[in-house]
């Protein structure tokens, strides 16, 4: 049974930077791919940013160039570096993991999740 358990959210002002983690446990065919999604009040749920066992990513428009996700493999741990966050980075951030190699999108592709962290970015 995989588990995923994220930290590093916090209230930031606008400019400023965060570090998201996510440790993850479970067996290795469970968190082949590993994602960063994030819900805002009133939004749906959205990938911010997805990596795969071989280390490819893929970033939500809205994310390249601010943001930069990163696995530790041998210690089952991803991260989510968030710089020149603006107050619309503001939502709960989810880990989520899927069996499947591709980087997917949907949340509904994916398997596992975490209970979320909120990231607040003020103004």
């Known amino acids: 049974q995989v588990q995923l358990l994220e930290s590093g959210g916090g209230l930031v002002q606008a400019g400023g930077s965060l570090r998201l983690s996510c440790a993850a446990s479970?067996?290795?065919?469970?968190?082949?791919?590993m994602g960063w999604f994030r819900q805002a009040p009133g939004k749906q749920r959205e990938l911010v940013a997805a990596?795969?066992?071989?280390?490819?990513?893929s970033y939500a428009d809205s994310a390249k160039g601010r943001f930069t996700i990163s696995r530790v493999y041998a210690k089952n741990l991803m991260y989510l570096k968030m710089n020149s966050l603006k107050p619309e980075d503001t939502a709960v951030y989810y880990c989520s993991a899927r069996r499947g190699g591709r980087l997917a999108k949907d949340e509904a592709e994916y398997d596992s999740w975490g209970q979320g962290t909120q990231v607040t970015v003020s103004s």
């Open positions: 479970g067996p290795p065919s469970s968190l082949n791919v």
């Open positions: 990596i795969g066992s071989g280390g490819s990513t």
